[in-house]
């Protein structure tokens, strides 16, 4: 059984108000680590809100474990603090005047648990998250990250089924967002908490999660694991969304002239002629190869020729920008290119590896 199951969710803030969230399934399983990803104002927060009670559904049923705890045709509402489960926004207000004892053990002292299993589960958690020698101090005696982690331990204390994480990472730099995330995966698998984690950084939701659900516009586009999302992903949204470089895609319906766009056309029209209606293709910047004098080019493979137009170092790879009458493919490599801007070069790229979409943006079966 699912550990929390959204059925028909959806919500309106105003009789004006295009939908936030619409028509909304979704299963979060028992264990899981669930990233809701999508751009801002997709409906993420709102999801996560309505999981936690903290906002009234428009329509539909959220069912956690075997309890309705939303239900409108029901009439059913369970209240937050009813519903079992720790929450860290992004601003994780820790109390000033409390110690990081204190404040981890806070929720505890809430449900009047008694002092020795207290203290137990205060130091567990305290030594889990590596912030034990901070004990007596205050939060503003804390870095950023320090204080993210109290939060976290006061919300692991309570013990929670569930854990709802409202971008916890975001004011965290670079270094230590990396930290937290390696910390946030080794807490998941040792307490097996369900985890319900809202992003807006692909890469992020990539990390961290073992099941990810894109939106956008209070849409699902797709759920499935991280590999599923980015190797097959439903549509040309989720291609666009999910890989940085982003995903090159060449507009096969609008019938431009480019030299490019034309060896495309006459290649997926006849290897992919069950498909009646291709408007355009994908291709993975790390699936353009160029092709060296030595380099073997499979029979089947799409090719073509076209000019270096950029070589931009990443340090340890490299981003090249090949450009042929106007459109422009994006390839990364690892290995240091040995090319100069404005050759002319051959690449390909294996037709396993090309995303094929109708002329709405879906997935074609390939
Ligand atoms: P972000 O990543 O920017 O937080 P999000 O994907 O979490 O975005 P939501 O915060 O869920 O998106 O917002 C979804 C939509 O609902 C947006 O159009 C937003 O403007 C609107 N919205 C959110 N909260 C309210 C509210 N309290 N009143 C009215 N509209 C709201």
């Known amino acids: 059984m699912p550990k929390i199951n959204l059925r028909g969710v959806e919500k309106n803030y105003g009789a004006n108000a295009a939908n936030a969230v619409a028509n909304l399934d979704l299963e979060i399983g028992d264990g899981e680590f669930m990233c809701l990803l999508g751009p801002s104002g997709c409906g993420k927060t709102t999801t996560l809100r309505m999981i936690a009670g903290l906002e009234h559904l428009t329509d539909g049923e959220i069912q956690v474990g075997s309890r309705v705890v939303d239900s409108v045709t029901a009439g059913v509402f369970v209240p937050p603090e009813k519903r079992e489960m720790g929450l860290v926004f992004q601003s994780y207000a820790l109390w000033p005047h409390l110690t990081i004892e204190r404040n981890t053990d806070f929720g505890l002292r809430l449900r009047n648990l008694p002092k020795a299993e207290r203290e137990e589960r205060v130091g567990k958690v305290m030594k889990t ?71 807006h950084d692909q890469w992020e939701a990539m990390t961290l999660a073992t099941t990810i659900a894109v939106m956008s516009a209070g849409m699902l586009q797709q759920v499935g694991t991280p590999n599923d999302i980015y190797d097959r992903p439903a549509n040309r949204f989720v291609a666009q969304f999910v890989g940085n470089p982003p995903i090159n895609i060449l507009e096969l319906a609008a019938g431009s002239p480019a030299d490019l766009v034309v060896r495309a056309r006459s290649y997926f029209q006849q290897r992919y002629a069950q498909i009646e209606d291709i408007g355009s293709v994908g291709i993975r910047p790390e699936a353009i190869r160029i092709v060296g004098p030595k380099t073997p080019v499979p029979e089947d493979a799409f090719a073509g020729s076209a000019e270096v137009s950029g070589i931009l170092p990443t340090g340890g790879s490299w981003i090249i920008e090949l450009s042929t009458a106007g459109e422009k493919l994006f390839l990364t490599t690892h290995q240091a290119p040995e090319i100069e801007v404005g050759a002319m070069v051959e690449f390909f790229v294996k037709p396993k590896t090309l995303h094929v979409f109708d002329g709405a943006g879906r997935r074609s079966k390939t």
């Not at 034990?132 to 950023?144: A, I, T, V």
């Not at 013990?159 to 910390?183: K, Q, T, Y």
């Open 129 to 199: 998250l590596g912030i034990e020698e901070y004990r007596h101090r205050y939060p503003s005696q804390l870095s950023g990250g320090q204080q993210q982690r109290v939060a976290l331990a006061r919300m692991l204390a309570v013990n929670p089924e569930v854990l709802l994480l409202d971008e916890p990472l975001s004011n965290l730099d670079a270094a230590l967002r990396l930290e937290m995330r390696a910390e946030l995966k080794r807490l998941h698998r040792e307490f097996k908490t369900t985890i319900v984690f809202v992003t």
